[in-house]
């Protein structure tokens, strides 16, 4: 018995602050619905009397005075928002039996509308609404939220932005219940993942997905050509434009608020990676050139994408557009067949905005630091500026079992040239299946390699972060010190391990 | 009774070969002095028949057709090439009783002579020697390499070879015996340390210095500073030049081959940091700002700098031009106090060449991405390139505990930029003191660190690492690419926690 199904047992998710913190809310008035926004932090207060509020991805777990039951899931947050939306909205054409949709966030703002989530974000981040729903018409920064995700406490993707970062959970064959999930979610958004991706491939795989969903304060994203291959017993050449069609609707009625789709490996593409030290290392891609091959015929995710799009559309979900062809060492950084693809998934970027639907375009994986800058530069330049979401990259391939280290000099790297959303690395990568400690491990890694390229960019609210703790430091106040810290209770109990002597104040 | 103190228990320090590693040596005959130079390597054998040598920093201790006796020390392996110099050499004027003494690394490659240590360094480095004697001649590189250090296997630091890491090891006043810190520096090198520093500063400061120096394959640096001040009980003010002579003549004697002289700290300078978030917090920059405060006078280290140079001279020691100055905080990067003692260790390492003495010099410490590149560039115009060996930087303050990984982020940047000797940060920087673990994960996360530079900087031996392992990889040979990681034990143990599931291929 699992905790999840034990109603009697504690609550089988972790609660209660993080240590030091409170959780506040600033209240923000939607002149346009009447609305009452409540923006979340995380209040630190300091023994000088004084306090600072951080960023704070953690939902209502971390919130005594919130009720936290994840059988019945969180309290739809935008359900109110959502269905004014849809109130004022029409029906979408040619949506395949798709909900009566509102517009979507790129159409308001396009329509030059700000959206109760733009205003929350605009809170969040410290900007002004009207710069949200302009980088949002552009397509300069995405706001995922499936109208069918109403638990979800809006973020944006933005290179404009605070830089965020993406926790990969997921249940495989092989281990793990769906209660564990869940607790993973929570968990990794406790330490400041600002979306998780389910990567789920198990039994139970739409179960897993649904309670994740109901108990999620981030967007969630998912692979959905991974369950789709699972409905053809995992044969690649099995799959079809209708299997995945069916996948992605069953999810996007779950709330899925952003989707990977691999469109950008073509079949003339693939022969490119023959060469390659490590050929196509994602799976997605992998899948992808495995099905062009079996039926010598154009990838189905390119000859549907106009079909896929309608459907996006009529959820609101982002696009995720995933490279496939992604280099897999260091060896094949910016080839060829890296760049082909890149250049195809910023033709489908324009297409998908034509559809009103919201980008992001995913990024390596493995390139050497002076190859970073280019991935930006040419995506930016291909894609209109779509937010960059990369996998790290590793900067080297030579420590697996630190390759969280590797990944987060390569992501503050690229997050400071201009990335959006950092995929987080855990130290099990190439290894083995990642616990509970390494997804804490991996989440803190990639905040500091955000928060690194945040300060580089010159975020205002970046800096007075670490003077702060800083100032924590040089005047030897140690609990302020730990409570600033991006994890207190590493930090309090390095120190408690030793006395603190006098190295404890150099460097 | 300690390890070292039990001749009958098995030998208080870490022997036998790294997992999947052979020692082998390269035989190189030095033409001039007629020696034969054995240059060590670590050889990893692969299962499809191939092997990859890599650069070995552990010494004998790796070697299991070596005897290893902590209680007798290393043999000395340049015991008769440094008797030959000194046969050929003159005595030096005004060295205040030091030892007759042949021209230093520097003041050979002046005069064209390529030594037996520049042969085995381009040995190390696969470089001609001619380009490493040109490298030491204009004090781009410096071979750090005491006369007195005969068990020393010599190495180069300078921006056109291998980026190097040093680790700080020593004892304190409340811990750790000098058994526990010879098996410190073993334990550093074995995973790849290029010099180690002892930065002790409890009782038996003498006798722990000189078991790490007869036991050393790897260079060794202080801190005199530190010792000085524990002669005059620890009250800065009481420091005079001569307390600070003569504990750089004792440490010199038993064979420091580097030695940070905080000589930039000028009187004028100290205001500079008053409205510093840190102020200063380098230790030993704190003592000579204490000191000329104290006096109201200049900085005895800078006004009696060429008699230092003098001492250096003798016994060829390298110069480390300590930053006494440097940021302690991300606020206070390149700031008027930090620059302004760069440009007087600019002045100083002028000096030190003309007395044909090696200079690096040092730097910081805290500083956000977009600050580092021109940390390299001003050091480089005012110090003329000398070898710059700079502590992380940390590209954040807020994730104590991880300060490793922060620091890493820095360091990779800096060292891409042309840092040569990058200094380690432990988990436990800020906090505590590092134990075993805490030393080798800040040594293999700083390996890790200056081989992402070497592949951005195009290093000529640095790739074939790369591609060898992610060939192992692609291949699913897993003992290879455990054996060919930096960390092989750990790499295979988070392995051996799960199953090879299908995400261990991704990424």
């Known amino acids: 018995m699992t905790a999840l199904d034990d109603h009697s047992a504690r609550p089988g998710v972790t609660t209660g602050p ?200 981030v967007p969630i994203g998912t692979v959905p050509v991974y369950q789709a291959l699972e409905k053809v017993d995992g044969d690649p050449a099995e799959l079809s434009w209708e299997v995945y069609r069916d996948t992605v609707i069953e999810q996007a009625e779950q709330g899925v608020d952003y989707m990977t789709v691999h469109a950008g490996v073509l079949l003339r593409y693939v022969p490119l990676t023959a060469r390659r030290v490590t050929g196509i290392v994602s799976r997605g891609g992998s899948i992808m050139a495995a099905w062009c091959l079996a039926h010598h015929r154009e990838s189905f995710l390119y000859t549907h994408f106009e079909e896929l799009c309608e459907i996006l559309r009529a959820y609101d979900i982002t696009f995720s557009l995933g490279d496939g062809l992604r280099p897999g060492a260091i060896a094949d950084a910016n080839d060829e067949a890296q760049f082909a693809e890149l250049r195809t998934l910023g033709e489908l970027t324009h297409v998908a905005r034509s559809y009103d639907v919201q980008v992001m375009v995913e990024g390596p994986g493995h390139v050497p630091l002076h190859k970073i800058a280019e991935n930006v530069r040419l995506e930016e330049e291909l894609c209109g500026e779509a937010p960059f979401y990369t996998l790290g990259p590793l900067a080297t391939d030579i420590a697996p079992g630190y390759d969280h280290i590797t990944s987060a000099i390569g992501a503050a790297q690229i997050a400071w040239h201009g990335t959006a959303m950092l995929c987080y690395v855990t130290p099990k990568e190439h290894l083995g299946l990642p616990n509970r400690d390494d997804v804490k491990t991996g989440v803190i890694t990639y905040k500091l390699a955000a928060h690194s390229a945040d300060l580089a960019k010159g975020h205002p609210r970046a800096q007075e972060w670490d003077d702060a703790l800083s100032h924590a430091r040089f005047g030897f106040r140690w609990q302020d010190q730990f409570h600033l810290a991006l994890d207190p209770e590493t930090a309090q109990a390095y120190h408690d391990e030793t006395l603190p002597a006098e190295p404890a104040k150099t460097a």
């Open 18 to 217: 993080i240590m030091g913190s409170s959780k506040v809310h600033t209240e923000v008035r939607d002149p346009a619905s009447g609305h009452v926004l409540r923006v979340p932090q995380r209040r630190v207060g300091l023994t000088d009397g004084t306090h600072i509020d951080l960023y704070d991805t953690s939902g209502p777990y971390t919130d005594p005075s919130a009720t936290v039951d994840p059988h019945s899931g969180l309290p739809g947050l935008r359900e109110e928002w959502i269905a004014q939306r849809e109130r004022n909205g029409r029906r979408q054409p040619g949506t395949g039996g798709a909900p009566a949709a509102g517009p979507t966030q790129s159409a308001c703002a396009k329509a030059g509308v700000i959206t109760p989530e733009m205003r929350f974000v605009a809170a969040r981040e410290g900007v002004d609404p009207e710069f949200v729903r302009d980088e949002v018409a552009v397509g300069r920064a995405v706001i995922p939220a499936n109208r069918r995700h109403p638990e979800s406490e809006p973020m944006i993707i933005g290179k404009n932005f605070l830089v965020k970062v993406n926790a990969n959970i997921g249940n495989s064959a092989v281990t793990s219940s769906v209660a564990e999930e869940v607790e993973k979610l929570v968990w990794a958004t406790r330490w400041g993942a600002d979306t998780v991706m389910d990567l789920s491939t198990g039994k139970r795989i739409h179960e897993t997905r649904e309670r994740i969903l109901r108990n999620s304060p």
